[in-house]
């Protein structure tokens, strides 16, 4: 499918799954590519282009300044670690030792999820504590309120699938709970559409992904009042010097954004309709599945196919998904719900020719699999293991 694959001896990978990391997160869109082959040849005063970003960041999100960093885990950490710190130079080189500071974070029990890392950790990181208030599918206010002392330094919300999605307080009211005892909150919304809403709503902090919706190069978005971004932004000369973006990713990140207020999102969400329908009926009939159209679990905008995959179909769900990533190019699905039996098809990342290869895989895996009789065979535990020991390995 590219030059690039057979030079370097990969596999091609049809996305099927949505922005995901692991995949690559998204196809950067042309304006960023050419800023990041432009500026790769060149020399820059990074100081002078994160100033450029912040006012980029401003424009497309509201709020007063931001800054580009390596990826939003790591505005999660330099966050935190602001709230602690300031912009004392002393303390920020002192991190992650907290003595005298204040040191917890406070987080709704449903929102310390694994995001392909704990988002406890993430806190860690930086030298503090999590505490985690409700319970994971019930968090009340007077959980939040009871929370907040004076070892506070901040308290966290995350917007993400992984999260609980029932149960928790929601981001307005987390915002005026946390500031009414004067504390600033942290909002993490990585894949998220929404560039605008949190700023408004009131947060300090809020982080973004450049390299999923927006379509930028590897890179961390980090926008908010003005003093705890100098404060994040600060963190580079402590511990943030471990998390440094090249200027590629400042340039690309500021491009992405503006290419991106640009957007018909309107033409784009239509096109992403057009191959969710053209599953719907492409899929139609193939022995043991069922479908439904599935909108955002989020809010963003964007549907997804959900595939129940039954025992009529001579597989489980994971074994499909397995197969199918199996296959050259591999075909890669959203498979963090098969243990329920369900598969999503996500249209964010494909063309009409590549989701069309999609749907025929699908197809032809459960056919094939229906003659030979070889599917429901491995169990979730074995598929878990195996997963589990392939991620835990080292190329080579």
């Known amino acids: 499918m590219g030059a690039i694959h057979d ?3 990969l596999v091609p990978v049809i996305n099927a799954s949505g922005t995901m990391t692991a995949l690559g997160a998204s196809r950067v869109v042309p304006e960023a590519r050419e800023a990041v082959a432009e500026i790769l040849a060149a020399f820059v ?3 002078a282009l994160q100033k450029r970003a912040s006012r980029a960041i401003a424009e497309a999100t509201g709020a007063e300044a931001g800054f580009v960093t390596s990826s939003s885990a790591s505005g999660m950490v330099l966050g935190v670690a602001a709230a602690m710190t300031g912009a004392d130079p002393a303390a920020i080189e002192r991190l992650p030792d907290t003595q005298g ?3 917890e974070v406070v987080i709704q029990a449903g929102h310390l999820v694994n995001f392909g890392a ?3 950790q993430m806190i860690a990181l930086a030298g503090a504590r999590a505490v985690a208030v409700g319970t994971a599918f019930d968090v009340q206010p007077f959980h939040l309120e009871a929370a907040l002392d004076e070892r506070t330094a901040a308290a966290m919300f995350v917007v993400s699938h992984h999260v609980v999605p029932t149960g928790q307080v929601d981001l307005a009211t987390f915002i005026r709970t946390a500031h009414a005892q004067g504390v600033p909150v ?5 894949s998220e559409y929404d560039l605008t809403g949190a700023v408004a709503l009131g947060a300090d902090l809020v982080i973004w992904s450049a390299h999923k919706f927006l379509g930028g190069p590897t890179a961390g978005i980090v926008a908010g009042k003005h003093d705890l971004v100098r404060a994040a932004y600060l963190q580079h000369r402590g511990i943030g010097r471990a998390m440094k973006v090249g200027k590629e990713g400042i340039a690309g990140a500021i491009l992405a954004l503006e ?10 969400r239509a096109g992403e309709m057009k191959i969710v329908e053209y599953w719907l009926a492409a899929l139609a009939g193939v022995a043991g599945l069922a479908l439904r159209v599935l909108p955002d679990w989020t809010g963003n905008p964007i549907d997804r196919v959900e595939v129940t995959v039954g025992e009529a179909s001579g597989l489980h769900a994971w074994e499909l998904a397995e197969r199918l990533a199996a296959r050259n190019p591999s075909i890669r699905v959203r498979d963090d719900m098969v243990e329920a039996g369900v598969l999503h098809l996500d249209p964010c990342n494909l063309d009409a020719g590549e989701a069309a290869l999609v749907s025929t895989a699908i197809r032809d895996e459960v056919e094939a699999a229906l003659a030979r009789g070889d599917g429901r065979r491995q169990t979730f535990g074995e598929f878990r293991a195996a997963n589990l020991a392939d991620a835990l390995s080292f190329p080579g």
Not at 259 to 268: N, P, S
Request: net charge neutral; charged share 30%; proline share 4%.
């Open 7 to 9: 030079r370097l001896g």
């Open 45 to 47: 005063d990074i100081a």
């Open 101 to 103: 500071m204040k040191d």
């Open 118 to 120: 704990p988002v406890g």
């Open 186 to 190: 942290i909002v993490d919304m990585a």
């Open 259 to 268: 290419a991106w207020g640009r957007r018909d999102h309107a033409a784009v």
